[in-house]
């Protein structure tokens, strides 16, 4: 299925510009992006610098801001020539067809890797995501993740009750949950539980 930010290759051939994007395998980024700029292709990969601490030392390292992607614009039509590039698993598309990302999403994130000190990976998240607290006094507890002006707030709730609480979190201390299902509770959807006097 197509979403509203990606184009067909057929609207690219009418002269849309945009990227497209590779899947290259686990920590092959770096081979892959050589080995298609050397082939001529203009290549985009966005990196980013994390310090890195062992037990005798400190290291600042260069990874992938998005691990297994690397983004290449135009040249699509080689695709055999892409495809066989050390490193590269393939295009990312849908039914077949390569997929266009606009020139403004790549064009925000070398804006932000130009402009920003720290800049960093981030899970994919969107609000009403079931999450789980990954550190923190938190850790473990799951909920809603809902957003309250600028802060993120981690909803529980009790079923039971039909109540809920929010606390506030940083969306960095959240990865994405599978949703529990709640089975054998023996609730009827006509149960309505009054508070107690």
């Known amino acids: 299925m197509l979403t509203s930010n990606t184009k067909l290759l057929e609207d ?6 945009g990227w497209f994007a590779i899947h290259t395998k686990y920590q092959h980024e770096d081979l892959a992006a050589q080995s298609l700029a050397y082939k001529g292709f203009e290549v985009f990969l966005p990196q980013y610098t994390s310090v890195r601490q062992w037990s005798d030392r400190t290291k600042e390292l260069c990874a992938p801001l998005f691990p ?12 055999l020539n892409i495809l066989t590039t050390p490193g590269v698993q393939g295009l990312v598309g849908f ?32 609000c009403g995501d079931w999450v789980r607290v990954k550190c923190g006094p938190l850790e473990g507890i799951e ?3 809902v957003r309250n002006k600028k802060q993120f707030r981690l909803v529980l709730s009790v079923e039971l009750v039909q109540k809920s609480a929010a606390v506030e979190v940083d969306a960095w201390m959240v990865e994405r949950a599978p949703r529990p299902e709640w089975s054998g509770t023996g609730r009827s959807s006509t149960f309505n539980p009054r508070p107690c006097a």
């Open 95 to 126: 039914a077949g067809v390569p997929a266009i990302i606009p020139d403004v999403e790549i064009e925000a994130v070398r804006r932000i890797i130009a402009r920003c000190a720290h800049v960093e990976p981030h899970p994919f998240l969107r």
């Open 143 to 145: 909920g809603i993740l």
């Open 12 to 17: 690219y051939r009418k002269g849309s510009a």
């Open 68 to 79: 297994c992607y690397l983004f290449l614009r135009e040249g699509v039509e080689h695709q």
